[in-house]
Nanobody
Framework: QVHLVESGGGLVQAGGSLRLSCTAS????????MGWYRQAPGKQRELVAA???????SYADSVKGRFTISRDNAKNTVYLQMNSLKPEDTAVYYC?????????????WGQGTQVTVSS
């Protein structure tokens, strides 16, 4: 069984920074795409950033230039560096990963970590 565990959320003032981490554990053969989503109260979950197995990155327009996604395959970890945070970035952030387990690729979610940005 595979688990994703996130860390790094918290309360920060506008203009501040946070770094989220998501580490996968279990019977993992490899990784495909990994990404971060967020969900604010009353809103749908949205993709924030993603990174492919070839390290190609993509970002939501709202975070371009402020957030950076990266991965460390040796540590089974994906990161989200968030700079110049705004109150509208407040949400629960979820890690998502397409993980290769034996011969199949399965979709996994973390439990979520709260990010709150005060004005």
């Amino acid at each position: 069984q595979v688990h994703l565990v996130e860390s790094g959320g918290g309360l920060v003032q506008a203009g501040g920074s946070l770094r989220l981490s998501c580490t996968a554990s279990g019977r993992i053969t490899g990784f495909n795409r990994m990404g971060w989503y967020r969900q604010a109260p009353g809103k749908q979950r949205e993709l924030v950033a993603a990174i492919s197995s070839g390290d190609i990155t993509s970002y939501a327009d709202s975070v371009k230039g402020r957030f950076t996604i990266s991965r460390d395959n040796a540590k089974n970890t994906v990161y989200l560096q968030m700079n110049s945070l705004k109150p509208e970035d407040t949400a629960v952030y979820y890690c998502n990963a397409l993980i290769i387990v034996m011969l199949s690729t399965q979709n996994y979610w973390g439990q979520g970590t709260q990010v709150t940005v005060s004005s």
